[in-house]
């Protein structure tokens, strides 16, 4: 794999600079800088917590468990998928020959060498199997909440132990969600990465469009803007 880093250019460079930036930039800012809490991955916090809270007050939690059970089925529809894009991938990297004569027919730059169109192919591989590995953890915790719905006690809101076990519920909640949240943006990020096959000035236009299409849907959509809306 060192050797056949020498193959890329000062402009291929450049171009993995800006994905990497784009997706661990904007990684940080949706989740740790100090504009994180008006958009729309930490706005839905304060109804996870909520739900915990009316949750904990019932007795009968027949629609939370169907609740946590929608979430679970959209996780692993994901990681499903995700397992057949992997393997897609793996199956590409195999007929490399095919798919380079495929791309130097196109208008762009094409892939390059064989050396060249595996490491971009890596990009793009390494972009899902990131995502998969994301989706299972996710998994896995939404798993544990459900273990922690069965388990919790019935209270109202004030109690000491009813105030500990729904921040509990809800901070598992929360960590499921964040890890489905960065599996569906390296799905975004993985789509930008297709683009360096045929330019490396395609991957860095598709990495920045990518940046800001998360933008405006974390902090300036029409859903984010129905959970702001007081009632």
């Known amino acids: 794999m060192s050797g056949a880093l020498h193959h890329l250019a000062i402009v291929d460079w450049l171009a993995l600079f800006a994905f990497f930036t784009c997706w661990a930039g904007y990684g940080w800012f949706s989740e740790h800088s100090r504009w994180a809490s008006g958009g729309l991955i930490n706005s839905t916090r304060e109804f996870r917590l909520e739900w915990a809270y009316r949750m904990l007050a019932r007795e009968v939690r027949v629609t939370d468990s169907t609740l946590i059970g929608n979430l679970v089925n959209s996780v692993t529809f994901y990681a499903n998928t995700t397992i057949y894009i992997i393997a897609g991938l793996v199956a590409a990297l195999g007929a490399a020959d095919k798919l380079l004569n495929f791309t130097s027919d196109l208008a762009l730059s094409g892939a390059g060498n064989r050396e060249l169109l595996e490491i971009k192919l890596m990009l793009v591989l390494a972009s899902f199997v990131y995502a998969y590995f994301k989706f299972t953890w996710s998994l896995r915790q939404f798993n544990l909440l459900s273990i922690l719905v069965g388990a919790a006690p019935l209270g109202e809101r004030g109690d000491a132990s009813i105030e500990s076990y729904a921040r509990r519920l809800a901070g598992a909640n929360n960590l499921a969600g964040d890890d489905f949240n960065r599996g569906i943006r390296a799905y975004y990020f993985g789509l930008a990465a ?28 029409a859903a984010l803007g129905i959970l702001r809306r007081q009632p």
């Open 194 to 221: 297709s683009g360096w096959l045929l330019s490396p000035l395609l991957l860095s236009i598709l990495a920045v469009l990518i940046l800001l299409v998360l933008y405006r849907r974390d902090y300036r959509s």
